[in-house]
């Protein structure tokens, strides 16, 4: 039998504070240090408890090349390597293997030509569960002030600021309509119907294919209303749609090419209601919206290009970033103010739509809707 590291592979020393009482007491300083090691391995979707000898012996052991087992018990002994292989960080080749499942993640992980430290920011910064409004507090901007004094100027100079020059006034323009009165909605109608016909003009617009083009043979590449790195177009639009005359409550994907919904689960009003809340962390000011679209990477489409590329994840959150933008614009086309936000539960997405989250990047989730008759939270208009 042959065993290697996994293919992606950090290991933290973490500091755990404490009080020393005894020192306290005696007069001496109080606070106590220890320290202890963490795994970090996409592949394990958790943090790997390890001490300092297993530190060592995964050092020992290559992640490409197999190694015959009985070599590496004869350097690091059998006890070590059994105790790796039990926390998933090696890897062996046997087909009754205790961590086959372990080896089975690693191999899609391979398989998607993930950077690592990219696959590791990924992997280890998604929520589940998290309740924004209420296990985590923001301050208000009078208590950061109040606690770290004004924030960093909102504009800087650099340069000759005495030589600057002065540009001619922006002109108005046919974009000014969409831009100027496009804003975060925190107030929605809890009632109010997304109209079919909005609907499908949001997502064709800014999910749909516009123009299709045969780049070399079997490389098909779409033209869409937004940038993407490669023209590779890698962001799947997932949809939970709550008010919608029509259209079911439930879960949707959107076929860019064919411009439809496609079922994937049909959930009961209440049901989809309550997925809302989760999928947005509980930020109570998006809930009411009778959309949501979730923005998935399909990474393979994107690494198939920039394989192991320091850039690659980057070009990942630029696509979403650009989506967003035209999503909120054609919100306010049509009248109504748009969201998006990072601050979702992944886990649970990726639970709902059944998506695998080495090969499916869940980024943002962005709505739309009616806005409410009065403001509850805070929202920053266009005044004419």
């Known amino acids: 039998m042959k065993i290697r590291r996994c293919a992606v592979l950090f290991i933290e020393p973490r500091e755990d504070l404490g009080i020393d009482w005894a020192a306290l007491f005696s007069g001496e300083g109080a606070l106590s240090a220890s320290l202890r090691w963490v795994a970090l391995a996409p592949h394990l979707d958790r ?31 059998a006890a070590m390597v059994e105790s790796l292989l039990a926390l998933g960080l090696l890897l062996d080749d046997g087909d009754g293997s205790s961590n086959i499942a372990a080896r089975e993640r690693d191999t899609v992980l391979r398989e998607q030509h993930w950077r690592p430290l ?54 108005s ?4 309509a969409q831009l100027l009165r496009r804003y975060t909605g925190r107030n929605y109608d809890p009632d109010a119907p997304l109209p079919p016909e909005v609907l ?41 749609v709550r008010r919608v005359p029509g259209v079911a409550p439930g879960l949707y994907h959107y076929h ?20 809302a809340r989760q999928f947005v962390a509980d930020q109570h000011w998006f809930v009411d919206a009778p959309v949501m679209v979730v923005m998935a990477a399909r990474v393979a489409r994107n690494f198939w290009k920039y394989r192991n590329h320091a850039k690659a994840y980057r070009a990942l959150m630029l696509d979403a970033g650009h989506l967003s933008q035209t999503f909120y614009l054609l919100a306010t086309e049509a009248g109504m103010p748009g969201f998006v936000t990072a601050a979702v539960n992944e886990k649970v997405i990726e639970r709902a739509f059944g998506l695998d989250p080495l090969s499916d990047a869940v980024v943002a989730v962005c709505g739309c809707g009616v806005a409410a008759a009065g403001q509850s939270t805070l929202e920053l208009r266009y005044e004419e």
């Open 47 to 77: 943090e790997t408890p390890i001490d300092a000898a297993q530190v060592a012996a995964l050092g020992a052991i290559g992640q490409t090349a197999w190694t015959e087992r009985a070599d590496a018990e004869r350097q690091l002994g």
């Open 118 to 171: 990219s696959a590791a920011a990924h992997m280890f910064s998604r929520w589940d569960d998290m309740q924004v409004d209420k296990g985590m507090h923001f301050p208000s901007f009078e208590e950061l002030v109040q606690s770290y004094g004004a924030p960093p100027e909102p504009a800087i100079e650099r340069g000759d600021s005495e030589h600057a020059i002065a540009l001619p006034a922006a002109q």
């Open 173 to 176: 323009g046919p974009l000014d």
């Open 200 to 240: 499908a003009r949001l997502l064709q617009r800014t999910f749909g294919v516009q123009l299709q083009s045969m780049l070399a043979q079997e490389a098909l590449v779409f033209k869409k209303t937004s940038p993407s790195a490669g023209s590779l177009h890698p962001t799947e639009a997932y949809v939970l």
């Open 256 to 275: 860019p090419l064919k411009h439809a919904l496609e079922p994937m689960a049909a959930l009961e009003p209440a049901a989809a209601s309550e997925l």
